[in-house]
Each structure stands twice: as C-alpha cells, then as structure tokens.
C-alpha cells in the first residue's frame, strides 16, 4: 500500500508491504536498505522497518478506515491465492 497526500499528487514517501513468509521481508530489507530510487533525482536512502500492525487481516481493517476518505485509485493492491481482487468488494 503507497499512501498518497490528500491532494493525490504524489505519495507520502513510504509504502506498506505484507509478506506471506519472515525471509521474504529479509531479503528485501537486506536488497532495499540504504538503496536510492534510480528513476528519481532524489538523494534519500531507502530505510526497511517492521509495521506497526501486522499481519494481513490487521492491515486491511486499517486501510478499509481509510476507504471514505481516498480515491479508488490508491487503494491498496490485494491478492488472495495468488489472484488480484478488489480490495473495496472483498472488505464490505
């Protein structure tokens, strides 16, 4: 999930990603950590830590508390079973 500032024009800066397995989370903190983004002009490092919530079913209640207030489009992207659904139908 990349939050976007309210205006829509651009995210917040930081991302949420559930992982299904521990050395998934790993080996992207030891890829990503201290890394730049190479498509922006940016000089700011990529810093990896542990959300505050966990787990699937924790972060989708707190970005479905979100959903009156965003755009369609940020919604966060969820897969069950390796398929995309939608997040608004599979949360009502």
């Known amino acids: 999930y990349l939050p976007y500032e309210r205006s829509g ?3 917040l ?3 949420f990603v ?3 397995r521990p ?3 790993e080996h992207v903190r030891a890829t990503m ?3 730049t983004w190479k498509v922006h ?3 700011k490092k990529a810093k990896v830590t542990p959300a505050y919530v966990q787990g699937l079913r924790g972060n989708i209640l ?3 508390n979100r959903l009156e207030r965003e755009d369609v ?3 966060p992207l969820l897969f069950v079973n390796g398929e995309q659904v939608d997040f608004r139908s599979f949360v009502r």
């Open 41 to 43: 002009s940016s000089t």
């Open 73 to 75: 489009s940020n919604d």
């Open 23 to 25: 050395n998934f989370a």
């Open 9 to 11: 024009t651009s995210n």
């Open 33 to 35: 950590e201290g890394g």
């Open 13 to 15: 800066g930081y991302a």
């Open 62 to 64: 707190q970005c479905a």
């Open 18 to 20: 559930n992982f299904v």
